[in-house]
């Protein structure tokens, strides 16, 4: 059984930075597609970035793109989202997930991912 632990978030000012931390146990991360995704209250789950595991490459939603960097760690099994520049609208519960069906795509949708953590608040205030 795969388990994702979520953290790092929190509250900062807009212009602030956070680095979130998704580590993974029960398995060895291996080539999975690994993802983030937020979700604001009364709004639907977002695409936020996604990577591929073993080439290291990387895509993101638009209104991140240039402020957010998806990175991993392979020895910790732990994949990071650094958010610069936050914004108010950068508000939101941030979910990492894994996805264990094999793929080289880039997997932008929620039904992609097989596995997801519990989520951490981001509160960016104005």
């Known amino acids: 059984q795969v388990q994702l632990v979520e953290s790092g978030g929190g509250l900062v000012q807009a212009g602030g930075s956070l680095r979130l931390s998704c580590a993974a146990s029960g398995r060895t991360f291996s080539s999975w597609p690994m993802g983030w995704f937020r979700q604001a209250p009364g709004k639907e789950r977002e695409f936020v970035a996604t990577?591929?595991?073993?080439?290291?490459?990387?895509q993101y939603a638009h209104s991140v793109k240039g402020r957010f960097t998806i990175s991993r760690d392979h020895a910790k099994n732990t994949v990071y989202l650094q958010m610069n520049s936050l914004k108010p609208e950068d508000t939101a519960v941030y979910y990492c997930?894994?996805?264990?069906?094999?793929?080289?795509?880039?997997?932008?949708?929620?039904?992609?991912?097989?596995?997801w953590g519990q989520g951490t608040q981001v509160t960016v205030s104005s």
């Open positions: 990577m591929r595991w073993t080439e290291g490459s990387a």
């Open positions: 997930a894994a996805r264990v069906r094999s793929g080289t795509a880039y997997y932008i949708q929620t039904g992609d991912y097989d596995y």
